[in-house]
């Protein structure tokens, strides 16, 4: 089975505020960015996250899709919608020092978000699928990618995910292959 994990397009931001699993509006140009999306036809089944920011591609591209709350991007909790400089220095400083396991407050830590993919992904690999695209974020899909590559989460945010691509693995009984990265 092949799992296409496409990051959505990007989002329109110029007060540069923290968001993961709120919702934040598309640009006025968003139509231009869906246009560059390459998909494949021959998807089994389509999963995407809740947030407009998926939910518009699968819409604009007429694909019938399953709303999947596993690949919502990571909880910021209280800092949602703040500025990134607003965040007070007491609050930030301990989840730079440990971002995979300390929660932001009322969010969570990269660590329970990599428990939600691996959870998603156990079960659409129960499914028996062929081929399945994922509409997500970043988050996700350095997380599915952690877990195939098994690399010090540490390291997650050293990932490139760039907006409006796809992230191909192939999962097999012998385990799981990173096909490829940011790929049209």
């Not at 999963?47 to 407009?52: A, G, L, V």
């Not at 007070?88 to 969570?108: A, C, L, M, R, S």
Request: aromatic residues 12%; contains cysteine.
């Amino acid at each position: 089975m092949e799992i296409h994990f496409l990051r959505h397009t990007p989002v329109h931001n110029p007060e540069n505020r923290c968001y993961g699993k709120s919702d934040i509006s598309l640009p006025d140009n968003y139509l231009e960015h869906f246009g560059r999306i390459k998909l494949d036809t021959d998807y089994d089944c389509v999963f995407s996250s809740p947030s407009e920011r998926c939910t518009k591609i699968a819409e604009h591209f007429g694909l019938k899709y399953t709303i999947d709350q596993r690949i919502t991007e990571l909880n910021f909790g209280d800092w949602e919608g703040k500025k990134w400089i607003e965040i007070p220095q007491n609050e930030i400083d301990p989840w730079y020092e440990d971002f995979v396991y300390y929660p932001t407050k009322n969010g969570e830590s990269l660590y329970d978000l990599r428990l939600r993919v691996k959870e998603f992904i156990r079960t659409v690999k129960e499914e028996k699928h062929t081929k399945v695209l994922v509409i997500t974020h970043a988050g996700v899909i350095r997380s599915a990618i952690q877990l195939v590559l098994d690399f010090p989460m540490k390291n997650f945010f050293l990932v490139d995910c760039q907006f409006g691509k796809k992230t191909i693995i192939a999962y097999q009984e012998s385990g799981a292959k990173l096909i490829g990265i940011n790929l049209d």
